[in-house]
């Protein structure tokens, strides 16, 4: 069972905004930044958005993260079907004195 | 640019080690904090450890530790992962990761490809 919660699935149609939440506690997401990752079937997962907000470089400003109390979120604007992918919030937590991973969110483009 | 290469896929028998490796190139491991996460078939991430960059040790999930280790080759600029005792469950794709960031904002920039470890009698 995943530290942090995530919902199983989110779907949208094209161009649409999807939005995708990542609840923790006070150890995790409410002390410490949050980070996202992108992952395709078979592959690695690939940094989406660190420090709770900021991109890497490379990745689309549809992509924005933010994070408020103990939860975090990421939504992703103008949705494209090369969007279709699982999402994984991540943070780092204090009383475990290790990183924790949210459960994951398929997104699928209806 | 950082770029890791994993070793291959291995089976094993429960209770047996396996050993993954991940090689560096494009920087030196002085200069970067590797980690490992894991990924069972149609499961979620799962972070067991890595070089604590503020702490100056490898620190390891509390799930893992006692049966893994983590170690690093400066001289190949390799790290090694050791997981000991292996289940059913330790089926999983291991992934190496490098660390960005500073004290706890800190996240997984570069990634390898992954490496299936298959644990079945």
């Known amino acids: 069972q995943s530290v942090l919660t995530q919902p199983p699935s989110a779907s949208a149609t094209p161009g649409r905004r999807v939005t995708i939440s990542c609840s923790g506690s006070g150890s995790n997401i409410g002390s410490n930044p949050v980070h996202w990752y992108q992952q395709f079937p078979g592959t690695a997962p690939k940094l989406l958005i660190f420090?709770?907000?900021r991109r890497p470089s490379g990745v689309p400003d549809r992509f924005s993260g933010s994070r408020s109390g103990t939860s975090a979120s990421l939504a992703i604007s103008g949705l494209q079907s090369e969007d279709e992918a699982d999402y994984y919030c991540?943070?780092?937590?204090?009383?475990?004195?290790?990183?924790?991973f949210g459960s994951g969110t398929k997104v699928t483009v209806l | 640019q950082v770029h890791l290469v994993q070793s291959g896929a291995e089976v094993k028998k429960p209770g047996a080690s396996v050993k993954v490796s991940c090689k560096v190139s494009g920087f030196t491991l002085n200069e970067l904090s590797m980690h490992w996460v894991r990924q069972a078939p149609g499961k979620g991430l799962e972070w067991m450890g890595g070089?604590?960059?503020?702490?100056?040790?490898?620190i390891y999930a509390q799930k893992f530790k006692g049966r893994v280790t983590m170690t690093e080759d400066i001289s190949t600029d390799t790290v090694y992962m050791d997981l000991r005792s292996l289940r059913s469950d330790d089926t999983a794709v291991y992934y190496c990761a490098t660390q960005m960031g500073i004290t706890t904002d800190w996240y997984f920039d570069v990634w390898g490809r992954g490496t299936l470890v298959t644990v079945s009698s």
């Open positions: 991540a943070a780092w937590d204090d009383s475990l004195h290790g990183h924790v």
């Open positions: 420090s709770s907000h």
């Open positions: 070089f604590d960059s503020e702490e100056g040790k490898i």
